[in-house]
């Protein structure tokens, strides 16, 4: 349920509002806008509350949401969440570039992979320390130590770090090392985690199970802002179809509709989306276009021999260069912006 205010409507009256609803045993959630504030209640109600709630001085509406998500809807907040980090806006008007290698190999791989990103106008680092892989006899990351050599690299070359979290018992070490946390396709659903990851305040990527519906994924984001960590962000990185020719298939459709249930930044992966080199520079393109806040992009300089296998998706530096020199050119017509680099990264310039 939500209690609506005008903006002509005293903060002293909107605290006494909140008050009240908290004396009910409920949690109150103030969304300030420009026209109207919004106040979000979790919890149970009865009816005769909601009828109290509407004939309070101060209150416009007070309107049932319908949704089994409800701090994760639009409704429940209707301004879109702009995530904070470090001088960088996820969900603002800057288009975020998230670069880097499937996997953390070497510290000399990471910290050469760093300078590159940043050469090229990215602002986050990626990199997985842990990987959840099909196969058990696959390479399955090289652990804590990875966490370090990707944090040292970030810190040295100015960019964030994003990496992969897969069980509740690494959320605090992997938080310590990273800026963001990423829950991959096969823990969306992974309820002990969510929940645990809603106990910090670290910002958290949720990528998009592969056969689940939008309204499933918006329910996997709400476990995380129902237990306190509103800093949420959706990543479509495609879901299986019958097509076999792609790794998956990205569904674009997914940003626009995402954008209008939710007030979640959107992140696309076109790497994992498509599983193709060649098809990753289009695909983000398209996903720009779709309007998202910013995209996670498999990036290595030798990715021909990467450890995961996933080089085939993987773009080489220049690609990666090239690409963010055309957004910045497509992110304005997007309602966007994008800086990059100021000299194109060569073929073959970076370190072997």
Not at 23 to 47: P, Q, Y
Request: aromatic share 6%.
């Amino acid at each position: 349920m939500i209690v609506v205010t005008s903006n002509k409507t005293s903060q002293e009256r909107i605290n006494e509002i909140v008050r009240y609803i908290e004396k009910h045993g409920l949690s109150a959630h103030v969304s300030m806008g420009e026209d109207r504030t919004v106040i979000g209640i979790v919890g149970k109600f009865d009816s005769q509350l909601a009828e109290h709630l509407r004939q309070m001085s101060g209150v416009e509406q007070v309107v049932r949401i319908s949704k089994s998500y409800k701090m994760a809807s639009r409704e429940f907040h209707p301004a879109d969440t702009v995530i904070k980090i470090k001088g960088v806006e996820i969900g603002g008007s800057e288009l975020v570039i998230m670069g880097g290698p499937c996997a953390v190999e070497t510290p000399e791989q990471i910290d050469e992979i760093a300078r590159l990103v940043k050469l090229a106008g990215g602002q986050v680092l990626r990199g997985g320390a842990f990987k959840p892989r099909t196969g058990p006899y696959s390479f399955q990351g090289i652990g804590t130590e990875g966490l370090k050599w990707m944090k040292d690299a970030g810190e040295k070359h100015g960019l964030l770090t994003i990496t992969e979290v897969m069980t509740p018992e690494y959320v605090d070490i992997c938080a310590e090392y990273a800026d963001i946390l990423q829950v991959g396709t096969r823990n969306m659903q992974n309820f002990d985690l969510l929940r645990k990851l809603g106990t910090i305040q670290t910002p958290v990527l949720l990528k998009r199970g592969f056969s689940s519906t939008y309204d499933e994924f918006l329910n996997a984001a709400e476990y995380i802002l129902a237990g306190g960590n509103p800093n949420v962000m959706l990543c479509e990185r495609g879901i299986r179809t019958f097509e076999s020719y792609t790794r998956n298939t990205l569904d674009l459709a997914a940003i626009p509709v995402l954008k209008s249930l939710s007030h979640l930044p959107v992140i696309s992966d076109p790497s994992h989306g498509t599983g193709r080199r060649e098809l990753v520079v289009p695909m983000t393109k398209a996903s720009v276009a779709a309007g998202c806040d910013g995209l996670i992009i498999e990036m290595h300089t030798d990715p021909d021999n990467s450890m995961t296998g996933d080089g085939v998706q993987s773009l080489f530096p220049d690609q990666f260069s090239d690409l963010l020199a055309d957004l910045e050119k497509l992110a304005p017509l997007c309602g966007k912006t994008l800086n990059t680099r100021k000299e194109p990264i060569l073929a073959g310039s970076w370190k072997k």
